[in-house]
Structures are given as C-alpha cells and as structure tokens.
T-cell receptor, first 114, second 114 residues
C-alpha cells in the first residue's frame, strides 16, 4: 500500500540551529513533491515544490532535497527562528495523469526554542 | 495579496442535517479543490473542480457530497445528511492556469456535527 511517513514526534531545536525534517514514501512515483507549513487552526501554506528530476531546491532559509532512489525528501530550515515553529507537511503528486492531486503526510511539528 | 476566503469559520449542525460550506477562490484561478482534516489527522483530498465539472474525486467524496460553482466567484461544498464522522476542518484551495500550479488554501471551516 502507499505510505507517506513523516516523523510523528515533534522536533525541538534551539534558535539559530538548522532544522531537518524527513519525508519518506513507499509505492509512489511522484512527479512532484511539495512542502507546506501549517499553523494550528489554519490552512496549509505552500513553501516549496521540487520535481522528480531535481535534486535540490532552495528558497531563502529553506532547502529541499528529493532522492527518488531512497524515496525520501529532506526539508531544511537554516538559522531557525521561534517564528518557524509550526507543523510542516510534505505532499506527493498522486495524480493518474489528470489533475494534480496532492497526498499529504501527517506532518512533523517543529518547535524552535529561543 | 489575493487570498482564498471561506465562510463560516465554524459551523455546528445536528446529525442528519444538510450543510453548505462556502469558498471564494482567488479571482483569476481556474482549478478549485476541497480537502478535509479530521482533528489530529492528515489533510485529505476530497474533490477537484475545473471548467464547471468535477475532474477528480476521492473515495471519501461519496453521494452525500456535492460541489457547485453557482456564480463566478463562489465555490461550495454541500453535505446532504451529515454524520458524526464528518466533523473536521474543511479547506478550500485554488490554483491558477495549470493543475500543477501551487495551490492556495483558505483558512478552513470547522464543522462540528452533534
């Protein structure tokens, strides 16, 4: 069966450190992988998209890697700040050639301590 | 910056009642989506809508659910006869001129079925 696995335990780090979140998947061949941020009681906010032929993508303090052999994506936040505290969701393209349908992982909670 | 809006923010209803959740997608967007998130669970795709018809739907989106774009701005989700297990956050999302564009999520409607 298809699975998207993100660490269910919260990641606690000190301000200024790099946070690394993991997304592993099985039985998917996604053309895209996306990372979203979700704050409590709010909708997901898109952060980055990486395509299957890209190894790495950066945006300001964010970096995403995508290893289709390992079936894994890593999401890094450098110089983390307390305002980065949120739940981070990865989402895979699960379309069958029609509309893009993202399938979400359960997310990992990040807590950045001042 | 344009954003997706949803009303109401919280809807309480009795089991068996019909509810309509409303969304105003970003004005020049062409693809519209509904998702739900049961408390503590992952975001789940319900349905996508393009060119005035459903383009994809999940197993969750059974005969009790329907969507409509009654005019040029609103996009609605109707649940005909609510069940206790329909209690969740419902998110509307939209994206631009390609189904693979970034999706922009609304703030959600919390549906509580008693």
């Amino acid at each position: 069966s298809q699975k998207i696995e993100q660490n269910s335990e919260a990641l606690n780090i000190q301000e200024g450190k790099t946070a690394t979140l993991t997304c592993n998947y099985t039985n998917y061949s996604p053309a895209y992988l996306q990372w979203y941020r979700q704050d409590p009681g709010r909708g997901p906010v898109f952060l980055l998209l990486i395509r299957e032929n890209e190894k790495e993508k950066r945006k300001e303090r964010l970096k995403v890697t995508f290893d289709t052999t390992l079936k894994q994506s890593l999401f890094h936040i450098t110089a983390s700040q307390p305002a980065d505290s949120a739940t981070y969701l990865c989402a895979l393209d699960n379309s069958s050639g029609g509309s893009y349908i993202p399938t979400f992982g359960r997310g990992t909670s990040l807590i950045v301590h001042p | 910056e344009p954003e997706v809006t949803q009303t109401p923010s919280h809807q309480v209803t009795q089991m068996g009642q019909e509810v309509i959740l409303r969304c105003v997608p970003i004005s020049n967007h062409l693809y519209f989506y509904w998702y739900r998130q049961i408390l503590g669970q992952k975001v789940e795709f319900l349905v996508s809508f393009y060119n005035n018809e459903i383009s994809e739907k999940s197993e969750i989106f059974d005969d009790q659910f329907s969507v409509e774009r009654p005019d040029g701005s609103n996009f609605t989700l109707k649940i005909r006869s609510t069940k206790l297990e329909d209690s969740a956050m419902y998110f509307c999302a939209s994206n631009g001129d390609s189904s693979t564009d970034t999706q922009y999520f609304g703030p959600g409607t919390r549906l509580t079925v008693l």
